[in-house]
């Protein structure tokens, strides 16, 4: 393939300004998916939701297992430009403390005995921990996110399940705007699936900048 042709590759999306077109433009439906109709868009002269508006987006979105076409900036046919949307998983801290003994990786907070006794925290391997040990959530899966780039990094999206809010962390591997080459393949999926412990395979869950 030539560079000019290259180049002409680009998402399928139009903006508000974007140059008028014969093509039809799929359109969201507003019956299926109610909280598009508050998410604000970049080219919005909105900034943010009102309270009832964000609980409706809470409350109704649903991360994909498969992406509808209308959310993929790079499918077919020619939609508005949608919202950012991550494949991955949810943060999960026991999988996380897993895979952190695993690699040895582990950190762990400060604290003080019942008796006053300080006791130092820091790295500590699984037979060092005791269960008055707490996991140090930021350290660990700073290094975590350390040994899995560029694989996958944090996110923060809704859908996330057991979460107060609706939204919370997700370990990302691609974004609906990744192009569809550079997004990992199903055998990647897989074994970085294993590799972290989860059941099932990855979500798209929607940014929360959306």
């Given amino acids: 393939m030539s560079l000019s042709a290259i180049s002409d590759i ?4 139009v903006y ?8 039809p433009v799929l359109e969201p439906d507003l019956g299926k998916y109610p909280w598009f109709e508050f998410v604000v868009h970049r080219w919005s002269k909105r900034t943010d939701r009102t309270g009832e508006e964000e609980k409706v987006v809470e409350d109704t979105f649903n991360a994909f297992s498969e992406l509808p076409a209308e959310f993929d900036a790079w499918s077919k046919p020619l939609k508005h430009a949608p919202p950012e949307f991550f494949l991955g998983w949810p943060l999960d801290m026991d999988l996380v403390r897993s895979y952190a003994f695993k690699n040895n990786i582990a950190h762990f907070c400060n604290r003080v005995t019942n008796e006053g006794v300080k006791v ?4 500590k391997q699984a037979h060092e921990v005791t269960p008055d040990d707490i996991l ?3 350290k660990t899966v700073s290094e975590m996110q350390y040994l899995l780039r560029p694989r996958a990094k944090i996110e923060e999206a809704y859908g996330v399940p057991d979460v107060e809010g609706r939204f919370g962390a997700v370990w990302s591997l691609c974004s609906n705007w990744t192009p569809p080459d550079q997004r990992p393949k199903a055998a990647d999926i897989a074994k970085l699936q294993e590799e972290l412990g989860y059941k099932e395979g990855p979500k798209w869950y929607m940014t929360t900048f959306a």
């Fill in 120 to 123: 130092r925290g820091g790295h």
């Fill in 16 to 23: 508000p300004d974007s140059p008028p077109t014969d093509e």
């Fill in 10 to 13: 680009k998402p399928r999306v």
């Fill in 136 to 138: 140090h959530r930021n």
